[in-house]
């Protein structure tokens, strides 16, 4: 089974999971949580190098104030539960988005859980946080507007490396596969840079319902794919031919 190096999800469904049951959301959220947990684990026995999971949108500040505060809640006890986990697992975390707009419990327990496992190189835990990709993009233009201003840059010197250095994930590798949970086909103002050439694979399943097994599906139909990055086949047969050569 092809491994991805990069795998990026969009966890949805938690609400509809919970009002299935006449439950309230949050416990769609909380189950959401155990799930994260449980794919984190796998990921690792899989050898994933990199997990970014979509927690918290931009947009879903807009959200009733008490399922964001219950989101926020469920994050800080999750973050101060993780760390000796991670410690133990050797899992770096990361995290992506405008994290200043996180209230201050939670963004000072995520800078020093981010400090602490910056030596960890299992694999990189990266949670998408008040992230939106056109504000990632718009921060990301804002710089290069001050860089430009400031004389240390020529507009027509800016390249795509130059962007993508900018964006909140310079330091990782675009997603090779992105899943999205609960079957709408959207991608949701998420990695719209990054997810240029990412593999999509939609699911109908909730992600509370979501299980190693769906994961496994999910990689298997992911190693059936073939990756042409603008190319036709034939060229990537000849480059793969090459590669082997070259390493002989
Ligand atoms: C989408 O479900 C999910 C979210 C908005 C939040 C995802 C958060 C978690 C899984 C828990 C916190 C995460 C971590 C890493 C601790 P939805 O509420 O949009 O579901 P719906 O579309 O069915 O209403």
């Known amino acids: 089974m092809q491994i991805p190096n990069h795998l990026a999800i969009i966890m949805d469904g938690n609400g509809r999971w919970a009002e299935r049951r006449h439950l309230p959301r949050i416990l769609g959220h909380r189950k959401g949580v155990e799930v994260v947990q449980s794919v984190v684990d796998e990921c690792l026995v899989l050898g994933i190098r990199c997990l970014t999971l979509y927690a918290f949108s931009s947009e879903n500040w807009g959200r009733p104030q008490d399922e964001v505060e219950a989101l926020m809640s469920l994050l800080g006890s999750f973050l101060k539960k993780e760390l000796r986990q991670l410690q133990k697992r050797g899992i770096r975390l990361m995290a992506i988005g405008e994290l200043e707009r996180l209230p201050d419990p939670i963004s000072d327990v995520l800078r020093e859980i981010m400090e602490e496992t910056a030596g960890?190189?299992?694999?990189?835990?990266?949670?998408?946080?008040?992230?939106?990709?056109?504000?990632?993009?718009?921060?990301?233009?804002?710089?290069?507007?001050?860089?430009?201003?400031?004389?240390?840059?020529?507009?027509?010197?800016?390249?795509?490396?130059?962007?993508?250095?900018?964006?909140?994930?310079?330091?990782?590798?675009?997603?090779?596969?992105?899943?999205?949970?609960?079957?709408?086909?959207?991608?949701?103002?998420?990695?719209?840079?990054?997810?240029?050439?990412?593999?999509?694979?939609?699911?109908?399943?909730?992600?509370?319902?979501?299980?190693?097994?769906?994961?496994?599906?999910?990689?298997?139909?992911?190693?059936?794919?073939?990756?042409?990055?603008?190319?036709?086949?034939?060229?990537?047969?000849?480059?793969?031919?090459?590669?082997?050569?070259?390493?002989?």
Do not use: C
């Not at 590798?173 to 593999?199: C, H, V």
């Not at 047969?237 to 090459?242: A, L, M, N």
């Open 120 to 248: 960890n190189d299992r694999m990189v835990l990266n949670l998408a946080l008040s992230y939106g990709s056109r504000n990632e993009l718009t921060r990301a233009v804002q710089q290069i507007g001050r860089e430009v201003a400031a004389g240390k840059l020529q507009a027509a010197d800016i390249s795509e490396e130059m962007i993508a250095n900018r964006l909140d994930t310079a330091s990782l590798p675009d997603p090779d596969l992105l899943i999205r949970t609960s079957g709408e086909m959207r991608i949701s103002n998420f990695m719209l840079w990054q997810a240029a050439y990412s593999e999509l694979y939609f699911t109908d399943t909730l992600w509370p319902d979501f299980s190693r097994e769906q994961l496994h599906l999910a990689l298997q139909e992911y190693s059936l794919r073939q990756r042409r990055f603008g190319l036709v086949g034939a060229q990537l047969q000849k480059s793969s031919v090459q590669t082997t050569e070259e390493n002989h």
